[in-house]
């Protein structure tokens, strides 16, 4: 009976028995440096038992990057309450480290959630390192502050590595869980911010990935509408370019028919490739949106390129009263006025255009008296020459207010 007892417990003792790590694995873990690990694990992958190991592989590529992470950390701790308690003096540390880490640390706990995920050599999946996806995303925000000094010192590369991995882990699945509402006033700048360097880095995939996480912010969105636009543009070099960006404009308008960006952006690149398809474009616009601004100030454009200032004069009056508070288009507005009060024999219809014309006129010195934005001053001069003469004092006071 007893011989019985002992040979269930050595029996019962061997399927308790857990299968030993894998050479590959224990050689990984064995290093203690995260350069030599890092390289141990892209050699050694393959080898490594099952998803299990691989997950435990990356897991200590994580701990070997969070043990800098917490060591930096530490002293900004330590300086932090000395600056408050006004005691000792404050330590340096490496703060392009700390980014570098952090990224390191980023990287690994998305590739060990990969690993842990997936079932093991038994076919289950008991995942064994969840709880790293909190502890570095606790940290995370530190790669906001150092993209800050970095971008002070002049180091692109850095900023846009700590600004595009601040971003890029806030849309991975592994953080879906995580908290991003103490994040929501600024995420949507540093995602602006991050395409702009990535558009300098002329990596225009990346740059349009972070202008269209910008874009999701309220705050962000026409800027980030607007340089991604311009970023776009620049980028074109040939006619089949031009061509292939007008397709990407037309699908962002049927997304947002009533965004005034894109519809100034398709007209800008009609207006180089294809006038008629311009013109026909703004009036199937005008027909859904007949109050659109842009639209409106375009077509006047148009036909102020084409010498026609009555149709001109027609659009751009539209287009005031659409948004009255633009200089450019009231000076455009009353140069065609002028115009067409110049090359009249009706006297009495040439004061009539010259008096709306001065109207214009003043409304655009009104919005904007140092003419930064439209320059007013002699076509203003002109109407009020053509409706009271050169000495009347009105006119002087024109002539003057050019200068």
């Given at each position: 009976?007893?011989?019985?007892?002992?040979?269930?417990?050595?029996?019962?003792?061997?399927?308790?028995?857990?299968?030993?790590?894998?050479?590959?694995?224990?050689?990984?873990?064995?290093?203690k440096d995260y350069a030599e690990a890092v390289q141990l694990v892209k050699q050694h992958l393959n080898e490594l038992a099952d998803n299990a190991e691989k997950a435990e592989a990356y897991n200590h590529l994580f701990e070997l990057a969070m043990n800098k992470v917490s060591n930096e950390t530490g002293t900004i701790t330590e300086n932090q309450m000395a600056a408050q308690m006004g005691t000792g003096k404050v330590k340096p540390y490496d703060t392009?480290?700390?980014?570098?880490?952090?990224?390191d640390a980023i990287e690994n706990v998305i590739e060990c959630n990969k690993y842990d995920q997936m079932p093991n050599a038994k076919g289950k999946v008991k995942p064994q390192f969840e709880k790293n996806i909190a502890r570095v995303w606790a940290v995370r925000s530190h790669l906001v502050n150092i993209g800050q000094e970095e971008a002070r010192k002049g180091n692109n590369a850095a900023v846009l590595k700590f600004w595009g991995?601040?971003?890029?882990?806030?849309?991975?699945?592994?953080?879906a869980a995580m908290d991003k509402a103490p994040e929501k006033e600024y995420a949507g700048q540093v995602a602006f911010f991050a395409g702009r360097y990535a558009y300098d880095a002329k990596d225009m995939a990346r740059a349009n990935k972070?202008?269209?996480?910008?874009k999701k912010d309220p705050t962000q969105k026409q800027e980030a509408e607007n340089f991604q636009l311009f970023a776009m543009r620049s980028n074109l070099k040939n006619h089949a370019d031009s061509l292939a960006f007008v397709d990407q404009l037309k699908q962002m308008y049927a997304a947002e028919p009533e965004n005034e960006v894109i519809v100034d952006a398709i007209n800008g690149m009609y207006e180089g490739l294809d006038k008629?398809?311009?013109?026909?474009?703004?009036?199937?616009?005008?027909?859904?949106?007949?109050?659109?601004?842009?639209?409106?100030?375009?077509?006047?454009?148009?036909?102020?390129?084409?010498?026609?200032?009555?149709e001109g004069a027609k659009w751009l009056r539209k287009a005031s009263a659409a948004k009255?508070?633009?200089?450019?288009?009231?000076?455009?507005?009353?140069?065609?006025?002028?115009?067409?009060?110049?090359?009249?024999d009706d006297t009495a219809k040439r004061k009539e255009l010259y008096k709306e014309a001065i109207e214009a006129f003043?409304?655009?010195?009104?919005?904007?008296?140092?003419?930064?934005?439209?320059?007013?001053?002699?076509?203003?001069?002109?109407?009020?020459?053509?409706?009271?003469?050169?000495?009347?004092?009105?006119?002087?006071?024109?002539?003057?207010?050019?200068?």
């Open positions: 009976m007893k011989k019985m007892l002992m040979m269930a417990i050595v029996l019962m003792a061997s399927t308790m028995t857990f299968a030993a790590k894998s050479d590959a694995l224990k050689a990984i873990t064995k290093s392009l480290g700390l980014g570098n880490a952090i990224c991995m601040f971003t890029d882990s806030a849309a991975e699945p592994t953080f972070y202008f269209e996480i910008a008629k398809a311009q013109s026909e474009f703004l009036d199937q616009h005008l027909a859904k949106f007949p109050n659109s601004f842009t639209a409106l100030a375009n077509k006047g454009l148009m036909a102020v390129n084409a010498n026609n200032a009555e009255p508070d633009n200089a450019i288009v009231f000076t455009y507005l009353g140069a065609c006025l002028s115009v067409q009060a110049a090359n009249t003043d409304k655009a010195k009104e919005l904007d008296p140092n003419r930064a934005q439209a320059n007013w001053g002699y076509n203003r001069y002109q109407a009020y020459y053509g409706l009271y003469g050169a000495d009347d004092p009105k006119t002087k006071q024109a002539e003057a207010d050019m200068k």
